[in-house]
């Protein structure tokens, strides 16, 4: 009975196991949309199914218009269903499908056939179809390409890219505890995925592990577990990658600079002990990229044989850089952090890797980061004001990912405090203060993170300074322009206006944390700074007008821009705030162009798309989502000019 029941694929396990658990009848179209797969596909996978269940006393009945369903003795099915979840094997759901083929893809030198494919994911060669737009569109993201070569289908792309590609595959793919479990050799997080990408049983990812205690022990840190688990994964890759002859290549130059850092020898000691085991042999280009995944590594504090924290000497520039950050955001929000020693022992860990990354040019990587923004958004914002002040010293922007850690950094200083800011909301109602009270109320008890800082009249609002006082306004009534953003709800709060105020609180505030100065409009200076680079500025003091009334007094949407921002931030890339800004002004002005038809003729379309690829891509996208938003059609001339925006802040940082 084993032998025919796990026979099986994986799918076909998950509509065994699904119709087991049913009572009744169950439709092949209820099937089909559960399973993602087409009604040909069902009919395939229930002729297995009843092939598979002769000999177990049960039997796989179908009734026309009725479905299917399993006829048996009540104890054999449930005895069947036990041993089938014991197994563990999952349904090849869509999303699961989708990361199968990319890794099928990506781990292959060779083109692979629609027919291929499909016989190795369990599905038609239609379904890969459907899959690869998506999948298309992952693989650009590491500036991948998939081509059709002679009917298949085949990745090109640099050989660095593509083991990138691979390792954050892996990652994201399996649930993270998963893999920690899998290196730590326990054997109930057995996978046959994770054996089959790998070419190795999960086991010997233990070997892994004991190989990266030996980068910990020769470098004298703790690397994060997400660390721990990434450079595991780089390594088994690198074997695989290496054992089908595929070496990387990299400047002599970058080689001799990586050859001077301590994590060289560390790496040496690692190539060692893989050759010893495996046969495989590192050249110098893949000791230099595994120089890279070490020195970029978050690390932590190890403890010695007392328990206590080991204090390494930490790089002065890594001191100097967490000592300024501490005054800064406590100057920002009045708060004394200057004796919290568990706040500053977090940041010189982290400030000593972050200049690594920066050095080396290699983004962190920050799962949480949107619910970190979301969340701890007025730290967020406080961070990111700071980190945009040091950035000469830091050598360049910082991507959002590593402002995400640096936040939580923060907030757990601030919650340790019981400092810990929220958002200040003005309500605005004119249908009495009763009502008004009401809808306060209830903000408060539906938003813990905000602080109702005034209940005022319309009239109130307009007469008085409140909105320099407030970060957001919750109305019952139209108000003219604030300084501040503002959401029109009803006094009751219908369950739609709740969510409508949590979008509202958490988009990210256009003005960053009140300055020390209302009147002061830093963004006006910035973009007065960066105009002058692209046109001639004949009258400056109406320029500074202009802006001025369009971004203080009329504030332009930043969330405009906010498309173009999300898909350029998944290339490492974070942009500021000017670019920002110059961006929502640039889309703003041009959406009357766009709805009219009217659009420019960019002579240097080609010549840009070429050479910065990657980053024009990206643009792209965000642009075809803006248009979707706004129901217009924006070509790809439009894609030049906003891209710009990001290329002057970037200049001779951008990789094309």
Request: glycine residues 8%; charged residues 25%.
């Amino acid at each position: 009975m084993r032998h025919m029941l796990f026979s099986l694929n994986q799918r076909q396990h998950g509509i065994l196991i699904y119709l087991l658990g049913r009572a009744g009848p169950t439709a092949s179209t209820g099937l089909s949309a559960r399973f993602g797969v087409s009604l040909r596909t069902v009919r395939y996978d229930l002729r297995a199914i009843r092939a598979a269940l002769k000999g177990t006393g049960l039997r796989l009945a179908a009734k026309p218009r009725t479905g299917v369903w399993i006829e048996g003795d009540a104890a054999r099915r449930q005895a069947l269903l036990s041993l089938l979840r014991e197994e563990g094997t999952p349904a090849l759901m869509p999303q699961a499908r989708e990361d199968r083929l990319v890794w099928e893809l990506l781990a292959s030198d060779e083109p692979l056939s629609l027919q291929h494919l499909a016989e190795t994911l369990g599905c038609s060669r239609s379904t890969i179809l459907r899959q690869l737009p998506a999948v298309k569109e992952r693989l650009q993201r590491f500036d991948l390409e998939l081509r059709r070569v002679r009917g298949r289908l085949l990745v090109t792309g640099t050989e660095r890219d593509r083991r990138d590609a691979l390792v954050r595959s892996l990652i994201e793919t399996l649930d993270p505890d998963q893999l920690l479990n899998a290196l730590r050799g326990v054997e109930a997080t057995r996978s046959p995925f994770l054996e089959h990408a790998l070419g190795i049983n999960p086991l010997k990812l233990s070997d892994l592990a004991g190989i990266v205690k030996i980068a910990e022990q020769g470098l004298g840190v703790k690397f994060t577990d997400e660390s721990y688990v990434s450079l595991a994964v780089h390594l088994a890759v690198a074997v695989q990658r290496l054992r089908k002859g595929q070496r990387l290549t990299m400047p002599e130059d970058r080689l001799a600079e990586l050859k001077r850092r301590p994590e060289w020898r560390v790496a040496g000691e690692i190539a060692r002990v893989i050759r010893a085991r495996t046969g495989v042999a590192f050249p110098e280009e893949d000791l230099g990229y595994l120089v890279i995944q070490l020195s970029a590594s978050r690390r932590q504090p190890p403890v010695d044989a007392n328990g206590l924290p080991h204090r390494p000497a930490f790089d002065p520039r890594a001191v100097g850089m967490a000592d300024r950050f501490i005054r800064k955001v406590g100057a920002r929000l009045g708060v004394d952090l200057s004796r919290d020693t568990v706040l500053r022992e977090g940041l010189l860990w982290h400030m000593q890797g972050l200049l690594n990354r920066q050095d080396l040019r290699v983004p962190a990587r920050n799962p949480l980061q949107l619910e970190i923004r979301q969340q701890l958004n007025l730290v967020y914002t406080v961070v990111d004001r700071v980190i945009d002040e040091m950035r000469p010293e830091l050598g360049g922007d910082v991507s959002e990912d590593e402002i995400a850690y640096l936040t939580v950094h923060l907030a757990a200083a601030l919650e340790r405090q019981g400092r810990l800011p929220k958002l200040r909301v003005l309500v605005v109602c004119s249908s009495g203060l009763g009502s008004a009270r009401f809808l306060a109320a209830r903000l408060e008890r539906a938003f813990p993170e905000i602080e109702i800082v005034g209940v005022v009249s319309a009239l109130e609002s307009a007469d008085s300074d409140w909105g320099n006082r407030a970060d957001l306004v919750v109305t019952t009534v139209p108000l003219p322009p604030l300084p501040v953003p503002w959401v029109q709800v009803s006094p009751l709060l219908g369950p739609g206006e709740m969510d409508r105020v949590r979008a509202a609180l958490r988009r990210p505030l256009a003005g960053g944390w009140p300055a020390a100065d209302p009147d002061e409009a830093p963004l006006v200076a910035e973009l007065m700074a960066l105009i002058p680079a692209y046109a001639e500025v004949k009258d400056p003091e109406g320029l500074r007008q202009a802006l001025t009334d369009r971004l203080v007094t009329h504030r332009v949407p930043i969330e405009l821009a906010e498309p173009i921002v999300r898909e350029v931030s998944l290339l490492g890339i974070r942009v500021g705030m000017q670019a920002r800004a110059g961006m929502a002004i640039h889309l703003q002005l041009a959406l009357p162009r766009f709805r009219a038809g009217h659009y420019v003729r960019e002579p240097d379309l080609e010549r840009i798309r070429q050479e910065h690829r990657a980053l024009f891509r990206a643009v792209e996208r965000g642009m075809q989502l803006f248009a979707r938003w706004h129901g217009v059609t924006v070509p790809p001339d439009e894609v030049v000019p906003v891209l710009r925006y990001i290329l002057r802040p970037q200049e001779g940082e951008v990789a094309s």
